[in-house]
């Protein structure tokens, strides 16, 4: 690759002979990257790698997106968005926490505390709930390869109370009740082996775009194909020409029109969009007067997961500081009765499962904020093509990258890493 200076934003002084524009020496760069979450950052760090001109144009003040994490509010690092590197020894973000120095602690979800209502922990229930979580796995991995399009895993219930808990469980970590998320995109998310990050995901990714040549605080609003061998891309930061670009937004991002594209979208992509809506799921995050290194890490009440109410406390094994999670219909309804509802409900998790109150308590809501509209894709039952959709290129031009990309890992950081860097491979192979 011929360009070895940084890309130069507005200034669109010509570039000595880069690869893609050789013939337009008036770009302003190589590639654009748009997004600055793990998607985004994989893309540019491989790009740069390869000696690629990249500009990294993010809209936030930080770089991280739906991995963030909060130093201030509850007195210590406390991730907003993403926690866990799921599937630790397949996360391509373990061996970059490692390579970093940075240290990582497995969690361990035997340790589990469960109760059914009053009564404190029945480990009876935990052991049934186990067996049940083991026999779906098998029942899953069986109705995969028989499943009818559009299957749901609901579909595969059998119609035990235990078996109900644990589908329940099973659709809290896809952002869905039962009866909304796709036994196929179920698939996808393989966890287990999950390690917790000193400082957080959101440090690692921060640690990680150390050096890129971001542009914070650059919203992208318009993305133009019409000129036959570059890329324009507009915002209130003015414009930018590239020869191709790599967009990372989320999916819900896009179905909702902040960014303009011309020509227009095809029916494909736009369909997938559409059939990629976001996941319900809501994380809190609860400061405690101490920490609490005898209790479960995980705690959940079966009582509540039949009032449709489920719930999943975390309780950081070092630190003074758990989360709650909700999912599904019940998160969507806390949601829309606003933040104390939230607070209220996640304060009663922690109060019944360990008698705590908490000190401070703080949520992101993800879902209406502008730049994810959402915590992760849920592939909608049915549109099994959706994230292959999404993420293929236009024009050899344009790529997608996210969490949304098919794939494994699919939802979480480690899937849209690697989909950021199949991204930067599509660019090799382009140009
Ligand atoms: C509450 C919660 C808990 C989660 N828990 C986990 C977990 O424990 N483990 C896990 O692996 N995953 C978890 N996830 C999912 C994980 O956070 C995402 O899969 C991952 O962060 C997505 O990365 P991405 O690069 O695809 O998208 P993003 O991180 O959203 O990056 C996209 C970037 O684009 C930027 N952007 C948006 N619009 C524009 C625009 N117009 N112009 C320029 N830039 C723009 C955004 O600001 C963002 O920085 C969780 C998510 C949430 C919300």
Known sequence: MAGRRRFLGLTAAALAAPMVVRAQPGLDGEVAVIGAGAAGIAAARQLIAWEYDVALLEARDRVGGRAWTDGGSLGLAWDRGAQWLHNGRANPLRAEARALGLALTDSDYDDM?????AGGADDSA??????ALEALDARMERAARTARPGATLAEIATGDSWDRA?????AVSMGGDPDEVSLMDTMLLESGDDVLVAGGTGGLLQA???GLPVSLGHAVMAIDLRPADHVVISGPFGTLRAGVAVVTLPPAVLAGGAVRFTPGLPDRKREAL????????VKVGLRLPAALPDAAEFAVDLAAFERGQAALLHIDPRLPVASVIFAGRHAAALRHEGPRAVA???RAVLRHHTGAEAVAV?????ATDPFSRGPWARVRPGADTARRDYAAALDDRLFFAGEAAPGPYGTTLGGAWNAGLAAAGQVWDAT
């Open 274 to 281: 559409a059939a990629l809506g976001p996941a319900e799921f």
């Open 362 to 366: 703080e949520a992101h809501d993800w």
């Open 166 to 170: 644990a589908l329940q469980l099973s």
């Open 113 to 117: 505390q469960v109760t059914r209502g």
């Open 208 to 210: 990680l775009a150390r």
């Open 344 to 346: 209220e409900a996640a």
């Open 126 to 131: 935990r052991d049934a709930l186990f067996a």
